[in-house]
């Protein structure tokens, strides 16, 4: 039985992170619409966190069925790659709805550095699940959980923080 108490860990702090997304939401909201670059940042701090704390809870299910240490971090590594990269899609398609103007908003450096980060922690759990990176551990997917959940935290930091000109 290995210890699993990280993985709820990451999955307590995604369900809170996406509970204070959905408190600044409504007590932000003017006029029943929000600034469209707002919108985008909601949806990337809202959407990633509750993935976070899906891929949190995936090796802890797998755990459960009584997977060995290598099959739970192989299974719970393509599970990343697959969910993390349908996220990333989802997002792209996001921003491209954005109007140009209102697109201006976002932080075109911090929005690459997102997608590179993510980019990579998705290349990094693929190359652990076919044991190119060595024995498969939990390492390689923790830390894409906090890439993930990192991501999302700044997103909703700006999101409070540095608000567009309504």
Do not use: K, W
């Amino acid at each position: 039985m290995v210890d699993m108490s990280a993985f709820q860990t990451l999955a307590e702090f995604a369900i809170a992170l996406a509970g204070f997304v959905g408190v600044v939401v409504v007590f932000r909201r003017r006029e029943d619409r929000l600034h469209p670059a707002d919108d985008v940042r909601v949806f990337i701090a809202l959407l990633p966190s509750l993935a976070g704390a899906f891929l949190a809870l995936v090796p802890v299910g797998l755990e459960l069925f009584g997977l060995g240490l290598t099959t739970v971090s192989m299974v719970s590594s393509l599970v990343y790659a697959v969910v993390v990269s349908v996220l990333l899609l989802a997002i792209s398609t996001r921003i491209g709805r954005v109007p140009p103007d209102a697109r201006s908003v976002l932080s075109r450096p911090l929005t690459f550095f997102f997608y590179a980060l993510l980019g990579s922690s998705v290349a990094a759990n693929l190359l652990s699940a076919m044991s190119v990176l060595g024995e498969p551990g939990s390492g390689v997917y923790f830390m894409g959980i906090l890439a993930l959940l990192m991501t999302c935290a700044t997103v909703f930091a700006r999101m409070v923080f540095i608000r567009p000109a309504a």
